[in-house]
T-cell receptor, first 111, second 112 residues
Framework: EDQVTQSPEALRLQEGESSSLNCSYT??????LFWYRQDPGKGPEFLFT???AGEEKEKERLKATLTKKESFLHITAPKPEDSATYLC????????????FGSGTRLLVRP | DAGVIQSPRHEVTEMGQEVTLRCKPI?????LFWYRQTMMRGLELLIY????????DSGMPEDRFSAKMPNASFSTLKIQPSEPRDSAVYFC??????????FGQGTRLTVV
């Protein structure tokens, strides 16, 4: 069964303090790994898709990387507006396109 | 494009009543997902449609839940009868094949 584990559950950072969020996954053949951001009261917002080990994607202060067993979301010099819950999801090589989500990391960036 | 549109945004109903949640996916997308989000269980996939056909409904909690997709631009999730433990935020999402799924704003359901 496909599984996704995210750590830490919650993370508090000072503005400008860089850090990384982890997403470990077990899937019988990875089709894609997805990162989302979710603000309170809203639906998840798509950030990145990674397809193969060694791949990296960047957007502003965020960079996502992928290995054969895990993905990292690196946040460089975060700002308070980066505060949100970050969700990781995997899509397996089976015939469906469903996404299996982890429980997320709640990030709080203090000014 | 307006994105995935869900209605209603909020629903409060009494236990035993029927609840119908609605979703309009992004035009051109061929996959549609219904998810449920709670603090305890996170985002759970309830059912997944591809080209309007239900492919995987293994996440539907019990027979009280049903979902339909009569055409490419509309889907419903129905709970009958509703129970307090069904209280959650229900999200609809759509995608084109294996591309990223885009989510609606969700329906917050409260069953009292």
């Amino acid at each position: 069964e496909d599984q996704v584990t995210q750590s830490p559950e919650a993370l508090r950072l000072q503005e400008g303090e860089s850090s990384s969020l982890n997403c470990s996954y077990t899937v019988s053949g990875l089709r894609g790994l997805f990162w989302y951001r979710q603000d309170p009261g809203k639906g998840p917002e798509f950030l990145f898709t990674l397809y193969s080990a060694g791949e990296e994607k960047e957007k502003e202060r965020l960079k996502a990387t992928l290995t054969k067993k895990e993905s990292f979301l690196h946040i460089t010099a975060p700002k308070p507006e980066d505060s949100a819950t970050y969700l990781c999801a995997v899509q397996g090589m089976d015939s469906s396109y469903k996404l299996i989500f982890g429980s997320g990391t709640r990030l709080l960036v203090r000014p | 494009d307006a994105g995935v549109i869900q209605s209603p945004r909020h629903e409060v109903t009494e236990m035993g009543q029927e609840v119908t949640l609605r979703c309009k996916p992004i035009s051109g997308h061929n996959s549609l997902f219904w998810y449920r989000q709670t603090m305890m269980r996170g985002l759970e996939l309830l059912i997944y449609f591809n080209n309007n056909v239900p492919i995987d409904d293994s996440g539907m909690p019990e027979d009280r839940f049903s979902a339909k997709m009569p055409n490419a631009s509309f889907s419903t999730l129905k709970i009958q009868p509703s129970e307090p433990r069904d209280s959650a935020v229900y999200f609809c999402a759509s995608s084109f094949s294996d591309r990223a799924a885009f989510f609606g704003q969700g329906t917050r359901l409260t069953v009292v």
